[in-house]
């Protein structure tokens, strides 16, 4: 997630300013038309796309809870009948030797064998690969970045010690925990299932951008391997049992690119946001691979999507150059209907774009082994979003188009590399922050996420379309795509807003068609995923400071008379994100992952302690449960097992 910063003069007033524009750009699309059904006005159904959906589908959501009311960010606030356990907390201990947390003895050495800080993706597989088993089974969970604000005393970039610095290369990355649910509660085993990836950690690069000269470093010098891995935001789970993890900030680790001298080097840098002078965290004072200056091509490592395998630890994690370099939020894999596999990226900044990859080869439910390497061969695309409602996958591909070394792109290695560039090169449509991206696998459509851009039409810089309608968009909005004959292959696709989010009073917001008196508000979309009746769930990130309320997670069916209802299911804690939505295959345990809780604040005082009461705030999954042991969110829906086929696609 990218960190957004507003001015405290920055307000939205309903109805002022933002609506008459959003409904300007959207009548660039449709010409009015007539009623709707009961709460919505014409008005409204004649500018969005998409709106009216003549005799609507019944469709049993499932969904049979109570919506919370406001919370106070001291607690996470669930419905009632509902309970909270904090279990996966920063510095728990993954082995049998590893010590237990210490906020006075933070250390390297320690940090290497708990969990790791931010808590961001979290994935929950069973035990046995290729099982239903909800009560024992490995969680995946990505540690996007650090605070030291709230982890040190010093608090601040250049008073930090090398032993601090070793600390937070090793906070970052992912973890892989054992857990286990005994008598309603959950608890990570100790134990060699357990596996932590972090900035030290040895990788090897794989695709088109392996042995290139770029990646070549003095610890790679024939560009193979790398080390470590961080800015690990979102992420995805793929048929075979893997998780791809998508490295996102990674700018902010690299200092003093004012120092390279290749123009070309340069450019790229530039494009991809790397520092001219010191880095956010002052990494290059002890560790000379975090400085240009002093090693040219380190930060060409980063930026990837990275793939760990839960079920073998022993595994080298790779470095899946094919899948292109960006600042990648998700990585979400859907396997098609000729039995190919779709990854499906976000470049998580303002004015970027979407991206999707297609395997050369099917997936191969016979051969776990084999496909590994899927995401090595295949096309890489970037999304083209028309005002007409249909859109166009743009290849990725030396020699396609302005594709060439005339332009910079000699190899499919520059390609990917420079993936920003080339993008750009194509006319890919530049987009709000789209950040996660996934496949409802009841409807088999696309939802993209745009978690906000306050940047848009300001200055000199983009203006609304109806892809982005709102200037100086603060609250995001979320778009459904569906491929060309429900192919996930096709290079065309239409599209259709979901919704647009923001206060329901304030004009220029959408939901779907609802009726908006009967909405919750909600703002900064981020992490979405899906029950097994296609209902959306949405974790966002940023409500803090775009509607000062606590982030949280909503709920909303996608499709029949419901379709865009959204109910605020769980309010997380003060300073803190909501992250990583996840289900156990049964559905009776919800996984939340709380990220940073208390930032802003410090060490000396922070904003929060929880969820321990005490000592320093600490960045932790939860999980939900019920009561009765029912499943979240409500009344027993479909079988299970018809979730699971659409999994692996139709």
Not at 35 to 54: D, F, I, Y
Not at 87 to 104: I, M, Q, S
Request: proline share 7%; glycine share 10%; aromatic share 10%.
């Amino acid at each position: 997630m990218e960190r957004m910063h507003y001015e405290p003069d920055e307000v939205v007033r309903s109805g002022e300013g933002q609506g008459s524009s959003f409904w300007q750009v959207m009548e660039r699309r449709l010409s009015r038309r007539g009623l709707m059904k009961a709460g919505v006005t014409a008005t409204v159904a004649a500018a969005v796309p998409g709106l009216l959906r003549s005799n609507p589908p019944v469709v049993d959501t499932g969904l049979g809870f109570t919506p919370i009311g406001d919370a106070p960010g001291t607690e996470v606030v669930v419905p009632e009948g509902y309970t909270v356990q904090p279990f996966h907390r920063w510095g728990d201990p993954l082995f049998a030797e590893a010590p237990e947390f210490d906020p006075d003895g933070l250390s390297a050495e320690a940090q290497a064998v708990q969990v790791g800080y931010n808590c961001d993706f979290v994935g929950y597989f069973p035990i046995e690969y290729g099982t239903d088993r909800s009560d024992h089974g490995l969680l995946v969970v990505n540690h996007e970045y650090v605070n030291p604000e709230i982890m040190f005393a010093s608090g601040k970039p250049g008073d930090f010690t090398r032993a601090q610095i070793d600390t937070l290369l090793e906070a970052v990355g992912v973890s892989v925990a054992e857990v286990k649910l005994a008598d309603s509660q959950w608890s990570i085993v100790k134990g060699s299932k357990n596996a932590r990836y972090s900035l030290t950690t040895p990788f090897e690069l794989t695709g088109p951008a392996r042995g290139h000269d770029w990646m070549k470093t003095s610890t790679s010098e024939d560009g193979t391997t790398s080390i470590g891995t961080c800015s690990n935001c979102s992420a995805g789970k793929t048929p075979w049992g893997t998780v791809l993890s998508a490295e996102e900030n990674f700018q902010d680790m690299f200092a003093n690119a004012a120092s390279e001298t290749d123009p070309a080097k340069a450019k790229s840098h530039g494009r991809y946001g790397i520092s001219t002078a010191k880095s956010q965290y002052g990494l290059e004072q002890h560790h000379d691979r975090f400085d240009v200056a002093k090693e040219p091509n380190e930060c060409f490592h980063f930026g990837w999507v990275v793939e760990v395998d839960p079920y073998d630890p022993e595994w080298t994690p790779k470095k899946r150059t094919a899948l292109g370099r960006f600042r990648h939020e998700a990585a979400t894999t859907y396997v098609a209907k000729d039995g190919r596999v779709v990854m499906y990226s976000g470049c998580d900044s303002q004015f970027e774009y979407v991206y999707k990859f297609v395997s050369a080869k099917a997936f191969d439910p016979t051969d776990r082994i084999a496909n590994r390497d899927l995401m090595d061969e295949g096309t890489l695309y970037v999304a083209r979003y028309n005002e007409d409602g249909t859109g166009e996958w743009l290849p990725l591909v030396q020699g396609t188009g302005p594709l060439t070394a005339e332009n910079g792109f000699a190899t499919q290695g520059d390609v990917v590399i420079d993936a920003r560039s080339a993008a750009d090169l194509l006319g890919a449509t530049k987009m709000d922050r789209p950040e996660d991206i996934e496949v409802n696998p009841a409807n088999e459509k696309v939802y993209v996420v745009c978690t906000n851009n306050t940047s848009r039409a300001k200055a000199d810089n983009p203006g609304t379309d109806t892809m982005n309608p709102r200037p100086e968009n603060r609250h995001g909005h979320i778009i459904e795509v569906t491929e060309a004959g429900d192919d996930h292959t096709a290079t065309t696709f239409s599209w259709e807003m979901f919704l647009v989010c923001g206060d329901p009073a304030d004009e220029s917001t959408y939901f779907a068609g609802y009726d908006k008196t009967q909405v919750s508000p909600v703002s900064c979309p981020d992490n979405v995923c899906f029950d097994r009746a296609g209902n959306i769930w949405i974790a966002t990130d940023g409500q803090e400071r775009s509607m000062k309320r606590v982030d949280g997670v909503y709920v909303a069916p996608v499709e029949g008379p419901e379709r865009g209802k959204l109910r605020p299911f769980l309010a997380g804690i003060v300073g803190g994100e909501c992250a990583g939505p996840e289900f156990t295959p049964d559905e009776t345990t919800f996984f939340v992952a709380i990220q940073h809780p208390g930032e802003g604040s410090s060490v000396e005082k922070p904003s929060t302690r929880w969820p321990d009461g005490k000592g320093l705030p600490r960045p932790t999954v939860v999980a939900i449960r019920r009561k009765d042991g029912g499943p979240v969110g409500g009344r027993p829906s479909p079988d299970r097992r018809e979730f699971l086929t659409g999994l692996l696609g139709r």
